[in-house]
């Protein structure tokens, strides 16, 4: 085993420590982002452990997380910076009151100004910046994981800032001059595909795609966060999914409502997966009244297979 299978070995391990089971793709694109200082973009359907990721990372390389949710109208002054215009408007009042003072003894309008041009730097300080996350992550002097959560709800505009941003890893401000990272964040973007994001943003990026877990993996994912769920009923749960998963419904059940469904059962006292279980409990596990009729119709023969 290489020096490298065993670094990815350890994110496996070490994720699995906080409850997130991952496979060598995903703990590889982890390491690859970490060596490189490149940005991976995540996409995949909700639900899966997206965001989770860069939770479990944040605890995983023991950094400071910060998350950026992203949404249609988002700018500038709520992802990176603003200047803290009530506070500004304070200190401007508090200077015309002291006025008299500041101007005691001036001889002539130049001298004056010039004590009172003294002020003007004071105002656009670091004292009366509004960090927001993407400049909090670039100054964090221990480094940091930097969430960009659901991009692809976001603007072109915003893909341009952010094209910018993660280039160099650093930001000018007029006032203040270049922010550069002295150490990069890890920088995590997730996307539920709502649109096609730009390809310079693409190209800018490490690629992961996490796709529903398959039977094998989603056992795993049941024990790790739900271990008081006895072993013949999570075979039949993740069964249950995995069968439902292949129907047409309007929105498959992900990752985290088989977790919902799993403590569920628990609270319920349930020792095994019937029809009335079932059919009682799918509100749980789908969110759309069509999904669950279609369910309804297929229950008998779903708990059949996964009692199989």
């Known amino acids: 085993m290489t020096k490298t ?26 390491y690859l982002a970490s060596k ?11 639900g899966v452990g997206k965001t989770e990721l860069a939770n479990t990372a944040s605890h995983y390389f023991k950094k400071t997380l910060f998350r950026l949710q992203c949404y249609e109208g988002l700018d500038e002054s709520k992802a990176l910076y603003e200047w803290r215009y009530g506070k500004q408007l304070l200190y401007t009042q508090i200077l015309k009151e002291q006025m008299q003072d500041v101007l005691e003894g001036a001889k002539g309008l130049r001298e004056s100004l010039n004590r009172l041009l003294k002020f003007e730097d004071i105002f656009f300080s670091e004292d009366f910046l509004e960090s927001r996350p993407l400049l909090q992550a670039l100054t964090s002097k221990k480094g940091s994981v930097l969430l960009i959560d659901e991009v692809d709800k976001s603007d072109e505009e915003f ?9 160099e890893f650093q930001v000018s401000i007029p006032e203040l001059g270049v922010k550069k990272a002295s150490i990069k964040p890890l920088v995590i973007l997730t ?28 056992r795993k994912i049941i024990e790790a966060r739900v ?7 999570r075979k039949q749960l993740v069964h249950f999914v995995q069968g439902i998963r292949d129907l047409d419904l309007k929105k498959l059940p992900a990752i985290s409502e088989t977790i919902d469904w799993a403590k569920t059962l628990i609270l319920l006292n349930a020792k095994e997966l019937d029809p009335k279980l079932a059919k ?11 999904d669950i009729e279609v369910v309804e ?4 023969g779903l708990i059949s297979t996964a009692a199989g």
């Open 5 to 30: 299978d065993e670094e990815i070995k350890k994110i496996i391990s070490g994720f699995a420590k906080f409850n997130y089971i991952c496979n060598d793709q995903l703990a590889t694109a982890v």
């Open 36 to 46: 490189l200082e490149k940005p991976i973009l995540v996409e995949g359907p909700p």
């Open 159 to 167: 893909e341009a800032l952010l094209l910018e941003i993660l280039s």
């Open 191 to 218: 996307s539920n595909n709502t649109r096609e994001i730009g390809d310079a943003l693409k190209r800018r990026c490490l690629h992961l795609y996490i796709p529903f877990p398959d039977t094998k993996l989603e």
């Open 227 to 233: 271990p008081k769920l006895n072993v013949a009923l």
């Open 280 to 290: 009682e409990t799918l509100n749980v596990l789908l969110k759309h009244q069509q």
């Open 297 to 300: 119709k297929e229950i008998n």
